[in-house]
Structure formats: C-alpha cells, structure tokens
C-alpha cells in the first residue's frame, strides 16, 4: 500500500494572503503558490502518511465536497507534482 507524507513541512515557510499561500521551501530557495486545498494537502500529510483514498476522503468532508475519479484524479497529480517539487515523498506501509 503506497502512502504519501510530507517531507521538511516543518521548515516551511506559510504566508497567507486571503485564502492563497505562498510557501517558501528552505531546502530549494523556492517559493510555491498554493490555493487552501493545497495547503490542507500538506497539512494532512504532515499529520501522518495517508494513502490516496483517504486523503481524498478527508478533503472531500474537510471541503464539503462529493469526491468523485475526476477529484480523486485531481489530488494524484497534485500529489505528483509535490513530490517532483520535493514537498511529499511515497512510503510504503503494510496494510
């Protein structure tokens, strides 16, 4: 079972500016824009490692949404993304 987690969360640096976020990433010397469900994708992850479904399930409640494989799709190529960006890593857990 392939989960995702966060990787250097902590020494991000978070800025908002209504509802949009700017993250400086230490590590790179960059700085992403994210939208508030970008940012609550990271802050999940760094709660704990969680797998695809589950993420999107606590989106979907977190947001009021309905998830469906367009969203669900959505959310893997963000996930994608972060980690080409180095914000989240893969890690394999036992079911």
């Known amino acids: 079972m392939v989960c995702w987690r966060t990787t250097g969360f ?22 992403h824009f994210l939208n508030e469900m970008g940012l609550k994708i990271l802050s999940i992850l760094d709660q704990s490692p969680a797998t695809l479904d589950s993420l999107c399930r606590e989106l979907s409640e977190y947001f ?32």
Do not use: C, M
């Open 10 to 31: 902590s020494s991000l640096r978070i800025e908002n500016w209504d509802g949009e976020f700017t993250v400086f990433q230490p590590e790179s010397g960059k700085t």
């Open 64 to 95: 009021t949404l309905l998830p469906d494989a367009h969203f669900s799709a959505q959310i893997a190529r963000t996930l994608q993304r972060y980690e080409a960006l180095g914000l989240v890593s893969k890690v394999k857990e036992s079911a």
